[in-house]
Each structure stands twice: as C-alpha cells, then as structure tokens.
C-alpha cells in the first residue's frame, strides 16, 4: 500500500522569506515522488518530481523539493517566497514496484504568502 | 498543442438528471483518468483508463461511467445526478504506464447539484 501525508494545511510565509512545504510518504518499495500546484481555479500543474539519483530535485519556477529516504520525507522549498507562489499544492507518490501504477495524492496544503 | 481539454466548465443539475463531462488530450497519451476535487480531501480517483479499450474503477466509482472512446478522449458520466456530486471535476493524462511519468491535468469542471 502506500500513502502519503501533508501535515499541514495552511502554510504562511513573507515575501522574500524561504518556504518549506511539508510531504512524507509510505510505500511497500522505492518511491517515485510528485510535487504539483494548483492556482485558483486552475488544474494541477507538476512542478518536479523524484525518480532515483541526486536527492534535491529542481523544478519549475525557483522551487526544490529534497528526498530524505530516512525520514521518507519530500518537502518542497523554494529560497525566496513570492506572492504568486501562493496556491495549492500537493504532494504524490508512487511505488516504484509492484501494487498499482496509480498515483497516491496528498490533501493538499495551502500557501499563503504575504506582500 | 492544447494539452488536456474539458467541456464544460461550468454546469448545473438538478436532482436526478444526467450529463456528461468530456475530456480529450492531444498528447498521444496512453493513461487518461477522472478525478473529483472536494474541500480538505484532496482529489479523489473515480476511473481510469490504462490504455485505449480499457478502464479501471478507482477510489470513488459509484454513481459515474466512463468510456474511453479512443486513445484521444475520455468521458465521465453521471447517469442520476445527486447533491453528493456537486464538485470540481478534473480530468488528467500521462505518457504510459511507466510508474515515473508525471500527469497533465484539464483546467475542470465545476458542477453543481441542486
């Protein structure tokens, strides 16, 4: 089985101030790990994702998302806040063996952040 | 290059009617999926469909249909509409069954049940 939790639903920052938005996982296997955003009224967009390698992972617009095997953590940082970034965002994961090929998603956090 | 696609945007029902939701992408993806989208719970997997010809139920089936008419389009259908289904409903493709393939998600549907 596997599943995954964002343990906050509301995150707020100041613009200009680094963010961490949180993402810990569980799978039977290895997992393949998805950050993606969601702006109002928009479908989600992937931001980045963890597929094996070098644990801090790069994506769209400034953010990173580190992979912590040990924690089975995946949390997603960005070094400077802007307002646009606030949205939605949620946290995926899969297993890499066995069980479904479907993706598990977070419920989701809030990110506020503040001019 | 649209991407994923979906019509309508905006729809409301009455009790008891019926409708469907259209999705089509144009990416040459193999996966297509219906997801709906309730405050605090996430999204939500209704169907999906691994490949053309074939579909899965997912997390939340009851009271919907889908077809995946070909490799392009996927519908979802609503055979008795209820207030339990008014939600925003998203539909998303990925490349393959490839377990790392990222999904690309429709801008949804927001559908109201009175």
């Known amino acids: 089985a596997q599943s995954v939790a964002q343990p906050e639903d509301q995150v707020n920052v100041a613009e200009g101030n680094p963010l961490t938005v949180k993402c810990t996982y569980s799978?039977?296997?290895?997992?393949?790990l998805f950050w993606y955003v969601q702006y109002p009224n928009r479908g989600l967009q992937f931001l980045l994702k963890y597929i094996t390698g070098d644990n801090l992972v790069k994506g769209s617009y400034g953010f990173e998302a580190e992979f912590n095997k040990s924690q089975t953590s995946f949390h997603l940082k960005k070094p400077s806040a802007l307002v646009s970034d606030s949205a939605l965002y949620f946290c995926a994961v899969r297993d890499m063996s066995g069980g479904s090929y479907i993706p598990t998603f977070g419920r989701g956090t809030s990110l506020i952040v503040h001019p | 290059n649209a991407g994923v696609t979906q019509t309508p945007k905006f729809q409301v029902l009455k009790t008891g009617q019926s409708m469907t939701l259209q999705c089509a992408q144009d990416m040459n993806h193999n996966s297509m999926y219906w997801y709906r989208q309730d405050p605090g719970m996430g999204l939500r997997l209704i169907y999906y469909s691994a490949s053309e010809g074939t579909t899965d139920k997912g997390e939340v089936p009851n009271g919907y249909n889908v077809s995946r008419l070909n490799k392009r389009e996927f519908s979802l259908r609503l055979e008795s509409a209820a207030p339990s289904q008014t939600s925003v409903y998203f539909c998303?493709?990925?490349?393959?069954?490839?377990?790392?393939?990222?999904?690309?998600f429709g801008p949804g549907t927001r559908l109201t049940v009175t």
């Open positions: 998303a493709s990925s490349s393959n069954r490839d377990r790392y393939s990222e999904q690309y």
């Open positions: 799978v039977s296997g290895n997992p393949y």
